[in-house]
């Protein structure tokens, strides 16, 4: 194995070469470029997952695979053969880097500017043979948004290159976080073209390297994150020392009136493709996981369909693309037979859990195990017409999601029956408006069930979302029109 580097087991961050020690057993993460695998590396995923006691496959996040419950270390022949089939570093110390997102639809979307796959690949190959970059934060994060429906431009990434047609041309604007940890990164004003990208991350990452370098001197331990640096320095220094590194001057430009509204889960169900006489086919993973049987069934039906390309979402479900208009039926037979479903508005579709106790000390409550029951219980007594997104947590940490959903759950640490915080909509905080109200397990399925109902009969029209719905109305009212306060404490 091409690796010198001595690594430790980790408590947070953890890749394929640094597990982390988690409730169940050993956590490792692989990093899958714009969330595009192939046959051969679902097979050694599935192998990999095999070894596992937890005997799933999860997709994170940021379209990353995940194993639990490992209960040794992945070893240097099976971690050779996932070098080998392009699923690890050829250096051990820069894979746990971040990442890298592209959307989902990169190449099939009809609405696309640019196909971002090639600038993914070749962004990927540079920075994991860049063995400098391994002193960087392992949170350094990179995004390519091709202008695809399938947006990931609001996804949390230290850095998102969205393209935009000006004047006939197609170019990448500059976004930087410069906010806090789940924050969109925001528009620095700064235009390239597609083929100085990666020049521009390159210089990019080298500054934060040489910053990186300078902070660990005098703090032995913590690894800036390139907000930090934007931070210390400002963004226009920041910039005008970038640009010093070009052999190309950029443009520019004010941000365009951004009009977009971005529905996150639009990819699920069947949408035809740029490609004539294709779809793709949006696959509901029930919190992202998939049993390991069910990992290889799937990519049986991606080889035999279409391409045999899985496609990883930011939103912890799959894309089966290319598939021949004419046999698009069965498909969707055969990933219903697996127990899957492919309608955006399942109640599977948007329910989100951090891994909760089993696999995490810190959790109050068994949010992956709450979090099935809930849904479960909608899709028996509800039929949804949008998706509503809910989002339960074990702590305030949020590790499952960091934007605002349209209702949190926060599990309470206190003896006896799991407990929940509930939230709707937003304010601007991490979890959004609190209704105030606490509500043990057996509570909650009704409770929910109640909000999603009232929300139905009560919106302005079929057309405004959950979450419009309530951030119009004052708390005080939402718990009268609910009606829930004989049922929750
Ligand atoms: S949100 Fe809290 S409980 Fe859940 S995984 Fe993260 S740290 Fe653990």
Redesign the pocket.
């Known amino acids: 194995m091409s690796s010198n580097v001595a690594l430790s087991k980790s408590a947070i961050c953890p890749g394929l070469f640094v597990p982390s020690i988690a409730q169940d057993g050993l956590l490792v993460r692989l990093r899958i470029p714009g969330g595009l695998l192939n046959v051969a590396q679902c097979e050694a995923i599935a192998a990999l997952a095999d070894d596992a006691d937890s005997g799933f496959v999860e997709v994170t996040n940021r379209a990353n695979i995940q194993i639990r419950g490992l209960q040794a270390d992945v070893s240097i022949e099976a971690l050779e053969h996932l070098q080998a089939v392009g699923l690890a570093s050829p250096i051990a110390a820069v894979d746990a880097l971040r990442n890298i997102m592209g959307s989902p639809t990169a190449g099939i979307d009809r609405q696309q500017l640019l196909d971002t796959r090639p600038l993914i690949a070749a962004w990927n190959e540079y920075l994991t043979t860049r063995p400098d970059f391994a002193v960087l934060s392992p949170k350094f994060s990179v995004c390519f948004d091709g202008g695809e429906a399938v947006s990931v431009r609001d996804r949390p990434n230290d850095i998102s290159l969205v393209a935009e047609a000006i004047d006939h041309e197609i170019l990448f604007r500059l976004h930087l976080n410069l906010g806090d940890r789940g924050d969109a990164p925001c528009d620095v004003g700064v235009l390239v073209k597609p083929q100085e990208s990666l020049p521009l991350l390159s210089a990019i990452a080298e500054i934060y390297c040489d910053y990186t370098e300078q902070v660990l001197k005098i703090e032995k331990q913590r690894k800036p994150r390139l907000r930090d640096l934007l931070h210390d320095w400002g963004v226009e220094l920041f910039l005008q020392q970038v640009v010093d590194r070009l052999p190309f001057s950029w443009q520019r430009s004010e941000s365009p009136a951004n009009t977009l509204l971005l529905n996150h889960y639009q990819h699920l169900g069947v949408h035809s493709q740029r490609q004539a006489g294709f779809s793709y086919m949006g696959v509901v993973l029930p919190l992202g996981r998939l049993e390991t049987q069910q990992w290889r069934e799937l990519t049986t039906l991606a080889a035999r369909y279409s391409n045999g390309i899985l496609r990883l979402t930011p939103w912890q479900n799959l894309l089966l693309t290319d598939i021949p208009t004419p046999k698009v039926a069965a498909v969707q037979a055969e990933i219903e037979q697996l127990g899957l479903y492919v309608s955006a508005t399942h109640p599977h579709s948007a329910i989100v859990a ?3 106790l089993s ?6 409550t068994d ?1 992956q195990e709450n979090a099935l029951t809930l849904a479960n219980h909608l899709a028996e007594h509800l039929t949804l017409d949008r998706s509503i997104n809910i989002h339960f ?8 999601q960091h934007h605002t959903s349209d209702i949190a759950l926060l ?1 309470i640490a206190q003896e006896g029956e799991a407990t929940y915080q509930i939230y709707v909509g937003d304010d601007g905080s991490k979890f959004g408006r609190s209704l105030d109200k606490t509500c043990t397990f057996t509570q909650l399925p009704t409770v929910i069930e109640q909000i999603i109902r009232t929300y139905q009969a009560k919106r302005f029209h079929p057309n405004e979302t959950f979450r419009a719905f309530v951030n119009r109305h004052e708390i005080a009212e939402l718990k009268q029109l609910f009606n829930i306060a004989q049922v929750v404490s």
């Not at 696999?359 to 109050?364: D, E, I, L, Q």
């Open positions: 951090c891994s909760g696999g995490c000390k810190a959790s109050a949010t947590s074990g702590c305030e940490k949020s590790c499952a599990g």
